[in-house]
């Protein structure tokens, strides 16, 4: 068993914090917690007890200075997936597709008894969005 609790946070290093700020504003539709400013966007993805945050980011992140790996090039684009309630998907996917960003899918993923869209961020972050099936 797992002693974490559940994830807190998620930061993407980005090349442009107030583009990509708006992408996952307008496009995936999240919730910002603060106004993005050159460096740091902070957006609301879970509420409640056990928030959890995706932040954007440019350049070095917190404690990297104190890194026993040293100086090295910075990892690439992620993935990672935003959990859609199926009465609610194929809005969020027009919403993308809306904004002119293609779109991959729907993509059955029968041994998780779900539905996935994917697309990529102004970073070429792949975002998917997954959909359990209803109970």
Known sequence: MSA???????VLVVGDV????????EVVGLTP???ADDAWAWFLVR?????QRLAL?????????HSPLGPRPRWGPV??????????LEEAVDRVRAAGVEVYG??????MRALSYYFY???????EFWSPEPE
């Open 4 to 10: 974490a609790s559940g994830l807190s946070e998620l």
């Open 18 to 25: 107030r583009r990509a700020a708006r992408f996952y504003r």
């Open 33 to 35: 917690e603060s106004d």
């Open 47 to 51: 509420g409640g007890t056990h928030k």
């Open 57 to 65: 980011h440019t350049g070095s992140l917190l404690f990297e200075e």
């Open 79 to 88: 993935h990672f997936a935003l959990e859609i309630e199926r009465p609610r």
């Open 106 to 111: 729907p993509t059955p993923l029968p041994w």
């Open 121 to 127: 961020d102004p970073d070429a972050n792949l975002v």
